[in-house]
């Protein structure tokens, strides 16, 4: 069974950082696009970054660029957001998510989310 369980979030003041983790059980992240995204009280939910499956290539939101780093522990199974120089609009419930399509099937897990708050 399928599993993606985030954790890392809290409340941090503007300019700190957090450290988001997405543990994966069921499949290997390695093998998955795996993403993370967000969604904001009354905004829709925004990709943040990604990261590929074998090479590892990473893309972010240019409002996070520079500011955020997506990573992967293969040995672990799980996946990470490493949140730096935070802002107030970076509040929002954070979500992993993993995607593949093989042979026509589509397959989309998404974690429960965690909740990142930065304010003074």
């Known amino acids: 069974q399928v599993h993606l369980v985030e954790s890392g979030g809290g409340l941090v003041q503007p300019g700190g950082s957090l450290r988001l983790s997405c543990a994966a059980s069921?499949?290997?992240?390695?093998?998955?696009?795996m993403r993370w995204s967000r969604q904001a009280p009354g905004k829709e939910r925004e990709l943040v970054a990604a990261i590929t499956t074998a090479g590892g290539s990473t893309s972010y939101a240019d409002s996070v660029k520079g500011r955020f780093t997506i990573s992967r522990d293969n040995a672990k199974n799980t996946v990470y957001l490493q949140m730096n120089s935070l802002k107030p609009e970076d509040t929002a419930v954070y979500y992993c998510?993993?995607?593949?399509?093989?042979?026509?099937?589509?397959?989309?897990?998404w974690g429960q989310g965690t909740p990142v708050t930065v304010s003074s």
């Open positions: 069921g499949f290997t992240v390695s093998s998955y696009l």
């Open positions: 998510n993993a995607f593949s399509y093989i042979r026509g099937y589509v397959y989309d897990y």
